[in-house]
């Protein structure tokens, strides 16, 4: 059972355009939505995290855009560029005590030149 | 001064063989994790450990024991390898209710 539904499996942007990347999760009692970035040959890092009492929240050419509502949350990457192609994660995390990260199935975003 | 390491980087043995891999957080974390990455880039945590103790054990077939000596340290130790095993496996760490910083991984293949 996928908890986290993540869409689409692979992504090319031209360099300078908007990436997105959409997820959808079942549990509402998720309560921590964290967006993974890993890089061939390395582990995932976080790139952006959210709780679901915001709407959005932006870091750099970095947001992510929650509805909580329709129990979506999404991934835009502003002005695109080269050193941004990477797999992306998105997760979601239960509240309190100890942490236990359902991953979404991974986005490959190639940005071309 | 890496946050999470994790050995071997490669890993190649022969089915049936034992091995394990050790992994080492400095970042004082309460949890450690270990994860399956599969060829498809899927990722699913297979252990959870506390403060030394077994959190979570997401149906991991019992070939694969997980041993904490002190909090900071989390092996997996690996029995009767199958084929089916090949896949990278990370080691990460967090503290209660914040993000999880990974290891570079172990790429395990199994032949």
């Known amino acids: 059972q996928q908890q986290v539904k993540q869409s689409p499996q692979s992504l090319i942007v031209q360099k300078g355009g908007i990436s997105i990347i959409n997820c959808a999760y079942e549990?509402?009692?998720?309560?921590?939505f964290p967006w993974y970035q890993q890089f061939p040959g390395k582990g995932p890092a976080l790139l952006i995290a959210?709780?679901?009492?915001?709407s959005e929240k932006k870091e750099g050419r970095f947001t992510i855009s929650f509805n909580k509502s329709a129990k979506q949350f999404s991934l835009h990457i502003m002005d695109s560029q080269p050193g941004d192609s990477a797999t992306y994660f998105c997760?979601?995390?239960?509240?309190?005590?100890?942490?236990?990260?359902?991953f979404g199935t991974g986005t490959k975003l190639q940005v071309i030149p | 001064d890496t946050a999470v390491s994790q050995t071997p980087k490669y890993l190649v043995t022969q089915m049936g063989n034992d091995k394990s891999i050790k992994c080492e957080q400095n970042?004082?974390?309460?949890?450690m994790y270990w994860y399956k990455q599969d060829s498809k880039k899927f990722l699913k945590i297979m252990f959870s450990y506390n403060n030394k103790e077994l959190i979570i054990n997401e149906t991991v077939p019992n070939r694969f024991s997980p041993k904490s000596p002190d909090k900071a340290h989390l092996n997996l130790h690996i029995n009767s390898l199958e084929l089916g095993d090949s896949a990278v496996y990370f080691c990460?760490?967090?503290?209660?209710?914040?993000?999880?910083?990974f290891g570079q991984g172990t790429r395990l293949t199994v032949v």
């Open positions: 997760a979601a995390n239960f509240p309190g005590g100890y942490q236990k990260v359902t």
């Open positions: 970042l004082g974390h309460d949890t």
């Open positions: 959210i709780r679901p009492d915001v």
């Open positions: 549990n509402t009692a998720f309560d921590y």
């Open positions: 990460a760490s967090s503290q209660m209710n914040t993000e999880a910083f």
